[in-house]
């Protein structure tokens, strides 16, 4: 919130606003940090769904920062370097009894936003930065993504060979992270 305060003090100082109205933007930003808080919430509990999911399957879970000799281990929040050589983080990276990686990246999105304009920025990176032979994943809750990005993603996921997973498929996630599934979209 003090954030929103200094905001404020900049407004009124730099834009010459005068005080009624920067009232009118502490209200706004109010309700910005009230639906980004939502929002960031809803995004855990989905995260907290997966890794339920996948302790099924993991023997353990670490925090290492690399991933070479982890078998059936889970790494939340991996680290990497993304298109533009920054770290980046993915929401999870599974590693399989054989020695797969499958980086794994949830999306809730409840109503429309902007959450729905960073797939292609996901997949690019996930074409340049990923391990060879690695899978990557969406597992959403997608109710908010539009319907003309859906259908991309549903078109695209066999062409650059990734997952796409509804929530309420999750379970789907085993056939996929046992490399029985023959593809790629779970709606």
């Known amino acids: 919130m003090k954030v929103a305060y200094l905001i404020i003090i900049i407004l009124v100082i730099t834009c010459n606003v005068n005080i009624n109205t920067s009232v009118y933007y502490r209200v706004k930003i109010k309700k910005l940090y009230s639906v980004m808080s939502v929002a960031n919430q809803s995004g855990k509990k989905l995260e907290s769904h997966v890794l339920d999911k996948l302790s099924?399957?993991?023997?353990?879970?670490?925090?290492?920062?690399?991933?070479?000799?982890?078998?059936?281990?889970?790494?939340?929040?991996?680290?990497?370097?993304?298109?533009?050589?920054?770290?980046?983080?993915?929401?999870?990276?599974?590693?399989?009894?054989?020695?797969?990686?499958?980086?794994i990246e949830c999306k809730n999105q409840s109503v429309p936003g902007s959450v729905d304009t960073k797939f292609p920025y996901y997949i690019f990176n996930m074409q340049q930065n990923m391990y060879k032979d690695s899978k990557f994943i969406f597992i959403l809750n997608h109710p908010g993504i539009r319907a003309g990005v859906m259908e991309c993603l549903i078109k695209q996921a066999p062409i650059y060979k990734f997952y796409i997973v509804s929530l309420d498929r999750l379970q789907e996630l085993d056939s996929i992270l046992e490399e029985t599934c023959t593809q790629y979209v779970f709606i």
Request: positive net charge; hydrophobic residues 30%; glycine residues 4%.
């Open 56 to 103: 099924s399957f993991s023997t353990k879970t670490t925090n290492k920062k690399y991933s070479i000799g982890l078998i059936n281990t889970t790494v939340p929040q991996y680290i990497y370097k993304d298109i533009f050589t920054d770290k980046a983080r993915v929401d999870f990276l599974y590693v399989n009894s054989t020695g797969k990686r499958f980086f």
